[in-house]
Nanobody, 118 residues
């Protein structure tokens, strides 16, 4: 299985930016779609952004569309999430995952925590 490690989270003021990185170990995920998800305290994990295996197609949840940008670097075997104009509502633990076929992998990592202050 592909093993994913998220990094780049931290504390930022509203209006600021962060860049999260999802690094793969073991098998490469270059042939798989990769997505970013987040989970706020007391809430279910939700989809935020998705990039196709080729990197040609991207999709975003309405809550982050226009503010977040997902990209992938096949050579480095990473998928990044550039987050701009952050708001307190973006506070959550952010996870990445891959989709080998019709559904996302059921193996989730530890995520990286993002806290946006007022």
């Amino acid at each position: 299985q592909v093993q994913l490690v998220e990094s780049g989270g931290g504390l930022v003021q509203a209006g600021g930016s962060l860049r999260l990185s999802c690094a793969a170990s073991g098998r490469t995920f270059s042939r798989y779609a990769v997505g970013w998800f987040r989970q706020a305290p007391g809430k279910e994990r939700e989809f935020e952004a998705h990039i196709s295996w080729s990197g040609s197609n991207t999709y975003y949840a309405d809550s982050v569309k226009g503010r977040f940008t997902i990209s992938r670097d096949t050579a480095k075997n990473t998928v990044d999430l550039q987050m701009d104009n952050l708001a307190p509502g973006d506070t959550a633990i952010y996870y990445c995952n891959y989709r080998p076929v019709a559904d996302w992998s059921d193996s989730w990592g530890q995520g990286t925590r993002v806290t946006v202050s007022t």
